[in-house]
């Protein structure tokens, strides 16, 4: 909003103010002024003054929260695990009970709340600095800190050699334009779509590298359980390979790993130059510049599931018609539209690494949404976030096939 | 846990463990049965907003002893039936969005939350009903008939935030009223499971004369005579078509002048907004027409376009004749954008500003008196900065006004006098001006000492139907019957 705007909006709180009585006014003056003394609390990762607006809200946003579906219970409502967590933050419940600590877990950070947001507030981002206020105070809940120590050994989300065991994944062209970035759960889990997705590139052109056999995890998985010097870890080893490699632009196919490159890291205080992009946004760019032509029949059906970090601008960018721009463009293809996409699509389960600490509420949420996607009768179900398909996967459900995929099938070999 | 309790006078309850364990035995699982300190914590409110202020200052109004999450109305009954033995309060809770504290829990007690109960049990096509458990939320609600192809038009400002089982306990009024009714209109039939653990189903029919009419008697109890499981609903196709305009008074007189008009005309726009200078000043900056006037919108919808076009044509004739001045579609597609805008709660509290909104209602003949008593005597009180109002539901026979406040608490009285200091002023004015206490937030704790003055002898019939049903006094004690004080 312009500040012409934002004078015209505001011009009766002025006039409020100015025909009030001395007295009045300089009540009014202190309540603005002493606004902090509510909130404020020492050494804190909180944005307290956004917790505390979320926690005074009336859950305009609860309809849509994954994690209140599936549990039921008022504890876990978003403005209502806010307010739990103003009261821990202040003193008032003790975070040393589990039961009440975990209130900051139960969220996928899938932010749906902020997408209906008036104050345009996460409450997934606010819950994520509460876990980093936990983290430092060595209060974990099941599950948390194993994952943590477990990333941090093995450099991965899974096993040391997931990026290392696959030789076709090292593919270091010289004089790179483009980081390959492949995110874990992609390797580990789908590494057809890897090969889709380098032969996406290859037939385009590009020059790129992948040095799988010296990649490392991004820490984004880390980041949103709040273990923030263990990311700044992953940010320091990333960025360190991505200047060897001499590329420019990094390519991931997980929107996770591009927030956390692009925005975490930053955040952190890595500042860099690199363009970083998914491999959504990057593939409609190479059609629209005829870099490649699909021209194979994919005599199929498919619907979508928007990753929530791109369909909610999670990421700086929202990305909604780049995929379905890219189905439209592929012959022969039968593209189904499920109820809820775009910027209302509904979580897979998967986010805030919640397999990792509340496993069965995590697979309820994504059996809800995999229902939905069936719904539209498609024979496969098709995502851009390794995460989500991972867990639809996981979950069983229609066959489940990455973006990359699908289009690489439309490319002539 | 560290908090101060407003309403501390909890009931004693001999053997919690022992009820605890009762308790997930009816329900079959202890993860339905909580005394965990945080889940207290997160029934201790609704969204009365004084509330609000209390929290920011580590108070909470009421702790319940024990939160259970039933699945079933037998779970419910077999609760009420051991409640009602022991002699235990009993709280229904659907999402907390009430206004006025009917969900706090000022004795303690049992809080029954219904969200596990949210099935659409049917949507038949064919009577236009759907038939769904009273724990489902409205968007949610909403997302599932579309997906079908209908709506039922129930559209409160707490849509996103509220049940079907809140939408009845305080028989509420949406938006879209005017066309569509109110609750009272689009419930059916209900089940219900009484105190004393009886489940009765009202019968399902358009309308009958068949003695008295029981879902009526449940419109509005505020869960204090049983706990509504499910109801049987009025839903339509989606309309074809909508279209909205706006126009804009000198004065509020010829507003209502013009809407009371056109509704006994017997057009029923979906929507009628009419907005006092002091809110079109807040809601429609972006008009520059609209400056020191009143705006009044309207939104009609309908299966059939021409019955739009045609109702559109009347409102135009109707306030043209009433002096008002067209002012486009414009301000109908910025209350559109913003009616779910609800953030001044968040904004203004926390910069010391004391809040609320009361809705009220009255004949046409006393509307203009009941609009200037009440911010005259809302104006009068110390402190306060903004009294302001709008129309927002309407009838053939009268209207309902929704009145704002805010102000600064003067400094001899705690925030909880001034915020009843001002509630006093509205209902003052709304009394003298021969008004309706309240129009669809209801009673709860907030508007309790007005129901002598609101009913005379006809709260003693309350009373007794209330003691008839519910004999031990279990259900949701405190509210609307009886006056509820800080200890």
Same mark, same amino acid.
């Given at each position: 909003?312009?500040?012409?705007?934002?004078?015209?909006?505001?011009? $009766?709180?002025?006039?409020?103010?100015?025909?009030?009585?001395?007295?009045?006014?300089k009540?009014?003056?202190h309540?603005?002024?002493?606004?902090?003394?509510?909130?404020?609390?020492?050494?804190?990762?909180?944005?307290?003054?956004?917790?505390?607006?979320?926690?005074?809200?009336?859950?305009? !946003?609860?309809?849509?929260?994954?994690s209140?579906?599936?549990?039921q219970?008022?504890?876990?409502?978003?403005?209502?695990?806010a307010?739990?967590?103003?009261?821990?933050?202040?003193?008032?419940?003790d975070?040393?009970?589990?039961?009440?600590?975990?209130v900051?877990?139960? /969220?996928?950070?899938?932010d749906? /709340?902020?997408? $209906?947001?008036?104050?345009?507030?996460?409450?997934?981002?606010l819950?994520?600095?509460?876990?980093?206020?936990?983290?430092?105070?060595?209060i974990?809940?099941?599950?948390?800190?194993?994952?943590?120590?477990?990333?941090?050994?093995?450099?991965?989300?899974?096993?040391?050699?997931?990026?290392?065991?696959?030789?076709?994944?090292?593919?270091?062209?010289?004089?790179?334009?483009v980081?390959y970035?492949?995110g874990?759960?992609?390797a580990?889990?789908?590494?057809?779509?890897?090969?889709?997705?380098m032969k996406?590139?290859?037939?385009?052109?590009?020059?790129f590298?992948?040095?799988?056999?010296?990649?490392?995890? !991004?820490?984004?998985?880390?980041?949103t359980?709040?273990?923030?010097?263990?990311?700044?870890?992953?940010?320091?080893?990333?960025?360190?390979?991505?200047?060897?490699?001499?590329?420019?632009?990094?390519?991931?196919?997980?929107?996770?790993?591009?927030?956390?490159?692009?925005?975490?890291?930053?955040?952190?205080?890595?500042?860099?130059?690199?363009?970083?992009?998914?491999?959504?946004?990057?593939?409609r760019?190479?059609?629209?510049?005829?870099?490649?032509?699909p021209?194979?029949?994919?005599?199929?059906?498919?619907?979508?599931?928007? +990753?929530?970090?791109?369909?909610?601008?999670?990421?700086?960018?929202?990305?909604?018609?780049?995929?379905?721009?890219?189905f439209?463009r592929?012959p022969?293809?039968?593209?189904?539209?499920?109820?809820l996409?775009g910027?209302?699509?509904? !979580? /897979?389960?998967?986010?805030?690494?919640?397999?990792?600490?509340?496993?069965?509420?995590?697979?309820?949420?994504?059996?809800?949404? *995999?229902?939905?996607?069936?719904?539209?009768?498609?024979?496969?179900? @098709?995502?851009? /976030?390794?995460?989500?398909?991972?867990?639809?996967?996981?979950?069983?459900?229609?066959? @489940?096939?990455?973006?990359?995929?699908?289009?690489?099938?439309?490319?002539?070999? | 846990?560290?908090?101060?309790?407003?309403?501390?006078?909890?009931?004693?309850?001999?053997?919690?463990?022992?009820?605890v #364990?009762?308790?997930?035995?009816?329900?079959?699982?202890?993860?339905?049965?909580?005394?965990?300190?945080?889940?207290?914590?997160?029934?201790?409110?609704?969204?009365q907003?004084?509330?609000?202020r $209390?929290?920011?200052?580590?108070?909470?109004?009421?702790?319940?002893?024990?939160?259970?999450w039933?699945?079933?109305?037998?779970?419910? #009954?077999?609760?009420?039936?051991?409640?009602?033995?022991?002699?235990?309060?009993v709280?229904?809770?659907?999402?907390?969005?009430?206004?006025?504290?009917?969900?706090i829990?000022?004795?303690?007690?049992?809080?029954?939350?219904?969200?596990?109960?949210?099935?659409?049990?049917e949507?038949n096509?064919?009577?236009?009903t759907?038939?769904?458990?009273?724990?489902a939320?409205?968007?949610?609600?909403e997302?599932?008939l579309?997906?079908?192809?209908y709506?039922?038009?129930?559209? +409160?400002q707490?849509?996103?935030?509220?049940?079907v089982?809140?939408?009845?306990?305080?028989?509420?009024?949406?938006?879209?009223?005017?066309?569509?009714?109110?609750?009272?209109?689009?419930?059916?039939?209900?089940?219900?499971?009484?105190?004393?653990?009886e489940?009765?189903?009202?019968?399902?029919?358009?309308?009958?004369?068949?003695?008295?009419?029981?879902?009526?008697?449940?419109?509005?109890?505020?869960?204090?005579?049983?706990?509504?499981?499910q109801?049987?609903?009025?839903? $339509?196709?989606?309309?074809?078509?909508?279209?909205g305009?706006?126009f804009?008074?000198?004065? %509020?007189?010829?507003?209502l002048?013009a809407?009371?008009?056109?509704?006994?005309?017997?057009?029923?726009?979906?929507?009628?907004? *009419?907005?006092?200078?002091a809110?079109?000043?807040?809601h429609f900056y %972006?008009?520059?027409?609209?400056?020191?006037?009143?705006?009044?919108?309207?939104?009609?919808e309908?299966p059939?376009?021409?019955?739009?076009?045609?109702?559109?044509?009347?409102?135009?004739?109707?306030c043209?004749?009433?002096?008002?001045?067209?002012?486009?579609?414009?301000?109908?597609?910025h209350?559109f954008?913003?009616r779910?805008?609800?953030?001044? #709660?968040?904004?203004?509290?926390?910069?010391g500003?004391?809040?609320?909104?009361?809705e009220?209602?009255?004949?046409?003949?006393?509307?203009?008196?009941?609009?200037?008593?009440? %911010?005259?005597?809302?104006?009068?009180?110390?402190?306060?900065?903004l009294?302001?109002?709008?129309?927002s539901?309407?009838?053939?026979?009268?209207?309902c006004?929704?009145?704002?406040?805010?102000?600064?608490?003067?400094?001899?009285?705690?925030?909880e006098?001034?915020?009843?200091?001002?509630?006093?002023?509205?209902?003052?004015?709304?009394?003298?001006?021969?008004?309706?206490?309240?129009?669809?937030?209801?009673?709860g704790?907030?508007?309790?000492?007005?129901?002598?003055?609101?009913?005379?002898?006809?709260?003693?019939?309350?009373?007794?139907?209330?003691?008839?049903?519910?004999?031990?006094?279990?259900?949701?004690?405190?509210?609307?019957?009886?006056?509820t004080?800080?200890?």
């Amino acid at each position: 909003m312009g500040l012409l705007a934002k004078i015209k909006k505001y011009k $009766w709180i002025g006039k409020l103010i100015f025909s009030s009585s001395l007295k009045n006014t300089k009540k009014i003056i202190h309540g603005f002024r002493h606004e902090k003394d509510f909130y404020h609390v020492e050494k804190t990762h909180v944005n307290m003054k956004e917790l505390l607006k979320c926690a005074l809200c009336p859950n305009m !946003c609860r309809f849509e929260c994954p994690s209140l579906r599936v549990t039921q219970k008022e504890m876990y409502s978003p403005a209502t695990k806010a307010r739990i967590a103003f009261h821990m933050e202040k003193g008032n419940l003790d975070m040393v009970n589990l039961h009440t600590a975990e209130v900051a877990y139960m /969220c996928t950070n899938c932010d749906g /709340c902020r997408n $209906w947001c008036p104050m345009d507030i996460s409450t997934g981002d606010l819950l994520t600095q509460v876990r980093a206020d936990l983290m430092e105070r060595e209060i974990y809940i099941p599950g948390v800190k194993e994952f943590n120590d477990r990333v941090l050994v093995n450099q991965t989300t899974f096993v040391p050699e997931t990026f290392s065991r696959n030789p076709e994944f090292n593919v270091n062209m010289e004089n790179p334009e483009v980081f390959y970035y492949m995110g874990c759960v992609m390797a580990e889990k789908k590494p057809e779509a890897v090969l889709a997705n380098m032969k996406i590139l290859k037939k385009a052109g590009i020059r790129f590298c992948t040095f799988s056999d010296e990649r490392t995890c !991004c820490g984004g998985p880390l980041n949103t359980l709040g273990f923030f010097d263990s990311v700044k870890k992953f940010a320091k080893k990333n960025l360190a390979l991505f200047n060897k490699s001499g590329a420019k632009i990094i390519i991931t196919d997980c929107p996770a790993c591009t927030n956390t490159i692009r925005n975490t890291y930053k955040a952190l205080g890595f500042k860099h130059k690199f363009h970083v992009t998914t491999s959504v946004e990057f593939y409609r760019t190479l059609l629209e510049k005829e870099k490649i032509t699909p021209s194979k029949q994919v005599d199929v059906s498919i619907t979508y599931h928007d +990753p929530c970090i791109s369909s909610r601008g999670k990421m700086g960018t929202v990305d909604i018609e780049n995929a379905r721009y890219i189905f439209s463009r592929i012959p022969g293809l039968d593209f189904r539209e499920v109820y809820l996409g775009g910027n209302e699509t509904q !979580c /897979c389960g998967r986010g805030g690494v919640s397999h990792v600490h509340h496993a069965e509420e995590s697979d309820a949420i994504g059996r809800q949404r *995999i229902q939905q996607l069936k719904d539209t009768g498609a024979q496969y179900l @098709v995502s851009a /976030c390794p995460a989500c398909e991972e867990g639809f996967l996981f979950i069983g459900g229609n066959p @489940v096939m990455d973006i990359g995929e699908i289009l690489a099938l439309s490319l002539e070999d | 846990m560290n908090f101060d309790v407003v309403y501390k006078k909890r009931v004693e309850i001999p053997n919690l463990e022992q009820l605890v #364990s009762q308790l997930v035995h009816i329900v079959g699982n202890e993860k339905w049965v909580s005394t965990e300190e945080a889940d207290l914590v997160a029934y201790s409110k609704d969204y009365q907003l004084i509330t609000n202020r $209390w929290m920011m200052e580590g108070v909470v109004p009421g702790l319940p002893h024990v939160i259970v999450w039933p699945e079933t109305e037998e779970q419910i #009954s077999k609760i009420l039936l051991l409640a009602n033995e022991k002699k235990i309060p009993v709280i229904p809770y659907g999402e907390g969005s009430g206004v006025v504290g009917a969900a706090i829990p000022v004795y303690g007690g049992i809080m029954v939350d219904l969200k596990r109960m949210t099935k659409i049990i049917e949507v038949n096509e064919h009577n236009l009903t759907v038939t769904v458990q009273c724990g489902a939320n409205g968007k949610w609600l909403e997302r599932e008939l579309t997906k079908v192809g209908y709506l039922i038009g129930h559209v +409160p400002q707490s849509f996103y935030s509220s049940t079907v089982g809140g939408w009845i306990a305080h028989r509420a009024a949406g938006q879209f009223s005017t066309k569509y009714g109110k609750i009272e209109d689009i419930v059916l039939s209900m089940r219900i499971v009484l105190p004393t653990g009886e489940i009765v189903n009202t019968k399902l029919y358009p309308r009958a004369s068949d003695g008295p009419q029981i879902e009526r008697l449940f419109l509005s109890s505020e869960g204090t005579l049983g706990i509504v499981t499910q109801a049987t609903m009025k839903m $339509w196709p989606l309309p074809k078509k909508q279209a909205g305009i706006a126009f804009i008074f000198n004065v %509020i007189e010829d507003s209502l002048k013009a809407t009371r008009l056109i509704l006994q005309k017997q057009i029923y726009p979906a929507v009628i907004r *009419i907005y006092d200078k002091a809110e079109t000043e807040r809601h429609f900056y %972006i008009e520059p027409k609209a400056n020191k006037k009143v705006m009044v919108i309207f939104v009609c919808e309908a299966p059939i376009e021409s019955l739009v076009d045609l109702e559109i044509s009347e409102i135009k004739n109707t306030c043209s004749e009433c002096k008002g001045i067209e002012c486009g579609k414009g301000p109908v597609v910025h209350w559109f954008d913003t009616r779910f805008t609800v953030n001044e #709660s968040s904004i203004y509290i926390p910069k010391g500003q004391i809040m609320d909104t009361v809705e009220v209602s009255c004949m046409w003949d006393k509307a203009e008196q009941l609009y200037h008593s009440v %911010i005259g005597e809302l104006s009068k009180v110390e402190g306060i900065l903004l009294a302001s109002g709008h129309a927002s539901h309407f009838y053939p026979n009268g209207v309902c006004f929704y009145f704002s406040f805010s102000g600064v608490v003067p400094d001899d009285q705690t925030p909880e006098e001034f915020f009843k200091l001002a509630w006093e002023a509205v209902m003052i004015g709304t009394l003298q001006a021969g008004g309706s206490i309240s129009h669809h937030h209801g009673i709860g704790i907030n508007r309790a000492r007005w129901m002598r003055e609101e009913h005379g002898p006809v709260l003693d019939l309350m009373k007794k139907i209330k003691h008839v049903i519910d004999p031990k006094g279990i259900m949701n004690p405190g509210k609307l019957y009886e006056e509820t004080e800080r200890e």
